[in-house]
């Protein structure tokens, strides 16, 4: 157990594969908000022991109730991979993670490398990118590509706060991840997007040709 009244860092698992946006809405739309701008540690810990009240008069508990501060990337599935309303980009978008008291942000921030399609493939363009800096092209491939099909997208949040416990936060979170059989059905709608509507745009100039055209994002 954690001491009350002491802050820590707690790094989460890391996950290669991406969260169902409706579970992680659900989680977020249930995240324990204090009312108050500046956090009392003592409110958090009698929170922690008691529960808290959610908007209803619904008294509840949750595994973020400790949480002052967290940050990070996450990689989030598309809802519609085409027609109207469709939000394919979240499969090549890192989303920032940004969380401090009662403001909470999730916003597109780039791309993930492993999302590079150039004509000589996103390992030559990464090269020409860090040709001063090979130590840091070295740790990016060691350290951010975690999967070799899904390249360097994937959850990457820290947690700090006083009285959290490692495993409620990352049970919380590993719900909010695509099942085994979601996943597969991911890997399905994937290839049909990559091989219809890539297919037709990759037939035109491509944004790679110019240089400074995307931005891409480099995980800390």
Same mark, same amino acid.
């Given at each position: 157990?954690?001491?009350?009244?002491?802050?820590?860092?707690?790094?989460?698992?890391?996950?290669?594969?991406?969260?169902?946006?409706?579970?992680?809405?659900?989680?977020?739309?249930?995240?324990?908000?204090?009312?108050?701008?500046?956090?009392?540690?003592?409110?958090?810990?009698?929170?922690?022991?008691?529960?808290?009240?959610?908007?209803?008069?619904?008294?509840?508990?949750?595994?973020?109730?400790?949480?002052?501060?967290?940050?990070?990337?996450? +990689?989030?599935?598309?809802?519609?991979?085409?027609?109207?309303?469709?939000?394919?980009?979240?499969?090549?978008?890192?989303?920032?993670?940004?969380?401090?008291?009662?403001?909470?942000?999730?916003?597109?921030?780039?791309? +993930?490398?492993?999302?590079?399609?150039?004509?000589?493939?996103?390992?030559?363009?990464?090269?020409?990118?860090?040709?001063?800096?090979?130590?840091?092209?070295?740790?990016?491939?060691?350290?951010?590509?975690?999967?070799?099909?899904?390249?360097?997208?994937?959850?990457?949040?820290?947690?700090?706060?006083?009285?959290?416990?490692?495993?409620?936060?990352?049970?919380?979170?590993?719900?909010?991840?695509?099942?085994?059989?979601?996943?597969?059905?991911?890997?399905?709608?994937?290839?049909?997007?990559?091989?219809?509507?890539?297919?037709?745009?990759?037939?035109?100039?491509?944004?790679?040709?110019?240089?400074?055209?995307?931005?891409?994002?480099?995980?800390?």
């Amino acid at each position: 157990m954690w001491q009350s009244f002491c802050c820590i860092t707690l790094p989460c698992t890391t996950a290669a594969r991406p969260f169902s946006s409706h579970r992680l809405l659900v989680l977020l739309n249930t995240w324990p908000v204090p009312v108050k701008n500046t956090l009392d540690v003592q409110v958090l810990s009698d929170a922690k022991e008691s529960g808290y009240t959610l908007g209803d008069g619904v008294k509840d508990d949750s595994p973020f109730v400790g949480v002052l501060r967290s940050k990070g990337f996450c +990689w989030i599935g598309p809802t519609k991979w085409s027609g109207a309303n469709e939000d394919a980009y979240r499969h090549d978008t890192a989303m920032y993670w940004s969380h401090a008291g009662k403001h909470f942000s999730l916003n597109a921030n780039g791309k +993930w490398w492993g999302s590079l399609k150039t004509y000589d493939g996103w390992e030559s363009y990464m090269k020409k990118l860090f040709k001063d800096n090979e130590g840091e092209y070295e740790r990016i491939l060691k350290e951010d590509f975690v999967s070799e099909e899904f390249g360097d997208r994937r959850q990457e949040l820290v947690f700090i706060g006083t009285g959290i416990e490692k495993d409620e936060i990352t049970k919380a979170l590993d719900e909010c991840l695509l099942t085994d059989e979601e996943l597969e059905t991911y890997r399905q709608k994937l290839k049909n997007y990559q091989d219809t509507v890539l297919s037709a745009q990759n037939a035109g100039p491509s944004l790679f040709d110019v240089e400074g055209g995307v931005e891409h994002t480099e995980v800390q």
